[in-house]
Every structure is written in structure tokens, then in C-alpha cells.
């Protein structure tokens, strides 16, 4: 039993190291895609989600897309995520007819799945995906199979984080991999219809 739970270590690390992080050239896409990230017990953005929030922002700004798609319901508390971030993004000038929320996702794969659906609703075909650097490996291995156009942007951490804390994220994310690899990929599968 050891030797499998180190074998599906290895092989999530390895997935991890080699996903990807586009499948496209593209510098200017059809939105920026914010995966989201769970807020405290007041209805507050986490230091990532308001990361990846402020990230999304410059992205836009700079012209990278015109428009951004925040993803994520209450997965974790009573507040939708994505709503918690479309209040960042206003907060931080970008206008409301820019601004796409996706409130149901309860995961990542149903982040990509659901942006993915509103970008087709729309006639949209490309998109930068925003989320921390932590996550964007596990988020490559799932954007990596959806008729989309994509790169990945890491948001860059508002916070310092100790050694210990980052080894415990990257032992979560390695897990979250595991479980992906294993069954997640195979039994929630998203069509974007």
C-alpha cells in the first residue's frame, strides 16, 4: 500500500511539473478567466482570490482581454466566490458590463467547465487563465482538455508565506492532483454542451 500511495505521488508530481500552460501563441484573448478562490467568515476575499482578482485587473488593463469571467460558487462558506471577486474587480475600476460572474463552480474543474460554457454562449474562443502559481498546474491539466484557446497567468502572492506554509499548499495541490489523476478526471467530466 505504501508503494502505490508513492507511486501516485510521483506520478502527480510529475504531472504537475509537466502540465501545461497554454495551447496557444496568443497574447490578446476573448476574456481572462479568474478561478476562484474562497472567502473568510465576513464575506472578505481571501489574499489569493484578491491576488488573482488584482492580477486579472493589470492583465486587463494592459489589453490582454476585454472582459474577465469570475468563477466560483460558496463552496466553502455561504458566499459565492465569484461574487466576492466581481466586488474586487469593480473596486479596482473595471466597469460592470466587463464583468461576467460564473456562481456556481464548486471546483476547478466546474470553473473551467462553466467559463467555458459562457464563453461559447458568447462566440468566444480564447481565454488567459488567472490563478495562483500553486494552482495553475492542476488547472493546465484541466484546461488542457477543453476546446478553448488558453494560457495560463499566475497571480502573484499579496502576502509573504512561510516555508511550511507553502510545503503544506504544496501538499494539498499534489493530493488534489492525485485525486484528479485518479478518479476526478475520469468521473466529472465536463461538456460544455
Known sequence: MVAVCLALAAWAVLARRFA??????????????VLGSSADKDGNPSPDG????????????RGVAPRLILTGGAAHNQFVEARVMARVAEAQGIPASAI???PRA???????????????DHRWHSAEVVSSGFH????????????LEWRTHEAPSIQPSSPAYQAAVSTVETMKTVRYLVWTSWSEHCEPE
Open 20 to 33: 501545461p500552460t497554454n495551447n496557444t501563441s496568443l497574447t490578446r484573448f476573448d476574456a481572462i478567466i
Open 106 to 120: 464548486m471546483d476547478t474543474i466546474q470553473n473551467a467547465c462553466y467559463s467555458v460554457r459562457i464563453m461559447r
Open 100 to 102: 461576467y460572474i460564473e
Open 50 to 61: 484578491q491576488a488573482r482578482v488584482t492580477e486579472a485587473v493589470r492583465e486587463y488593463e
Open 136 to 147: 495553475l498546474p492542476r488547472a493546465g491539466l484541466i484546461f488542457g482538455r477543453l476546446p
